[in-house]
């Protein structure tokens, strides 16, 4: 049966290339796996076959049907604690053009007679979430593609061991009261209720007559921040406006959004960004503050 506590760890590795042998850091003949965060919920873990029907004439039901090309969805959510992660999504702190870096991802839960297994290969991620809300722990999504799957039976299942697999201590997690935000120079944590970071459009696969992926290259990468806060200032209503008249071509200004958790450890972006639209919310309400609602086109974004 399963139930809490049932799951395997949910854990990756790094591909040294696009479904082949995973990193060994250290060379001491054990591959490393790491833990993404704390709170892991897997969302998503679809294989799809690409079914198309045959049929003839003389029949109203299909014959058959033929599979296409191998693919699979997953996605993962999970409490901010460390870095590692980085690896699937920045090469060199940024997002550059070309092959793109994938992993090897293992989900099993632990049941009375067997240990199911599902390892997917040659893993790419598509879209980055870095959520913070007020009062709750940072959480990170990553939505994500695989070009192949292996079960408990396979080679690729047997190189995994849970009691090797690298976690973060608990007090890695990043807290929201260790948030800073600050665009154009102007801090906002002080009253910020939430903040998105999405970076969607990361990878793509390239096909060919293959029933799997050949490789992963980026994609046409889409960069955005959402921000809720409660209003204190203008700032951010002049920069949407853009001067005394609505401005042809918005001003691009810097942001940096940092979360540092009780360890003293910094994780932080860099981003180049302009306001899409700003919104006032509950305007006349009695019990709620009046706060800003602003959506950000992103043009880049670096890790610092």
């Known amino acids: 049966m399963t139930g809490a506590g049932s799951a395997l760890p949910v854990a990756f590795a790094i ?11 250290d060379s001491d003949g054990i591959p490393e796996f790491y833990v993404p965060g704390y709170n892991p919920t897997v969302e998503e873990l679809d294989l799809q076959r690409e079914l198309q029907r045959i049929r003839e004439p003389d029949s109203a039901f299909p014959l058959t ?10 996605s993962v959510s999970f409490d901010l604690a460390t870095d590692t992660w980085h690896e699937l999504v920045f090469t060199n702190s940024t997002i550059e053009p070309g092959l793109r870096p994938s992993g090897r991802w ?39 593609l695989y070009a192949d799957e292996a079960d408990e039976t396979s080679t690729e299942a047997g190189e995994f061991s849970a009691t090797d697999v690298q976690k973060p201590n608990a ?11 600050t665009i154009d120079t102007s801090t906002v944590e002080t009253y910020l209720q939430s903040a ?9 696969f390239r096909e060919g007559a293959s029933v799997r992926p050949v490789d992963a290259v980026t994609d ?3 960069p955005s921040l959402s921000t809720n806060a ?37 994780i932080g972006y860099s981003l180049s960004l302009k306001p899409e639209n700003y919104a006032w919310n509950d305007l006349v309400e009695a019990e709620t503050d009046l706060s800003d609602d602003v959506n950000w086109h992103v043009s880049d974004v670096q890790v610092v």
């Open 196 to 204: 998105d970071l999405t970076i969607s459009n990361i990878a793509r």
């Open 106 to 144: 293992y989900f099993g839960v632990d049941l009375a007679s067997e240990t199911p297994q599902r390892v997917t290969l040659g893993t790419i991620v598509t879209q980055v979430q870095i959520q913070y809300q007020q009062g709750q722990n940072v959480r990170v999504s990553l939505t994500m």
């Open 220 to 222: 046409a990468v889409e």
């Open 65 to 74: 049907s033929l599979t296409q090309t191998i693919e699979g969805a997953v």
């Open 171 to 181: 007090s890695d997690v990043y807290a929201h009261h260790g948030t800073t935000l």
């Open 230 to 266: 409660t209003f204190t200032e203008t700032s951010r209503r002049d920069l949407a406006y853009g001067g005394s008249t609505p401005a042809s071509q918005l001003s691009e200004v810097t942001a940096t959004l940092d979360f540092t958790n009780d360890a003293g450890t910094t």
């Open 15 to 25: 591909e040294e290339t696009f479904m082949g042998a995973i990193v060994d850091d």
